[in-house]
């Protein structure tokens, strides 16, 4: 078992940065990928950023490429997510989750472990 705790949502201002952090416990030795989602009200859930560490490569979900980076320590404790230039649109419930087998990880389904989530709010 993987457990996930994301923190650093809140309600910010358009043009703000925020970083948002996750923090894994438990058999995290068997993580080999983990990534952001985010939901909004009434839509599904969109892949945003993730780290492979079998892949050696970050991915990015083309609505956010340029604004969101991804990055994590070795010890694949801990994840964050840092947004830059905020928008009305960024506002979701946004959710780390951490895959130990294979699959896309671009799809939701590769994702075995998944934290509560912590909302984002941008104002104008």
């Known amino acids: 078992q993987v457990q996930l705790v994301e923190t650093g949502g809140g309600l910010v201002k358009t043009g703000d940065s925020l970083k948002l952090s996750c923090a894994a416990s438990g058999r995290t030795s068997s993580t080999n990928a983990m990534a952001w989602f985010r939901q909004a009200p009434g839509k599904e859930r969109e892949f945003v950023a993730g780290?492979?560490?079998?892949?050696?490569?970050?991915y990015y979900g083309d609505s956010v490429k340029g604004r969101f980076t991804v990055f994590g320590d070795n010890s694949k404790d801990m994840v964050y997510l840092r947004i830059d230039n905020l928008k009305s649109e960024d506002t979701a419930v946004y959710h780390c989750?951490?895959?130990?087998?294979?699959?896309?990880?671009?799809?939701?389904?590769?994702?075995?472990?998944w934290g509560q989530g912590t909302q984002v709010t941008v104002s104008s």
């Open positions: 989750a951490a895959r130990v087998g294979f699959g896309y990880i671009m799809s939701p389904s590769a994702f075995r472990f």
């Open positions: 780290i492979s560490w079998t892949e050696g490569h970050d």
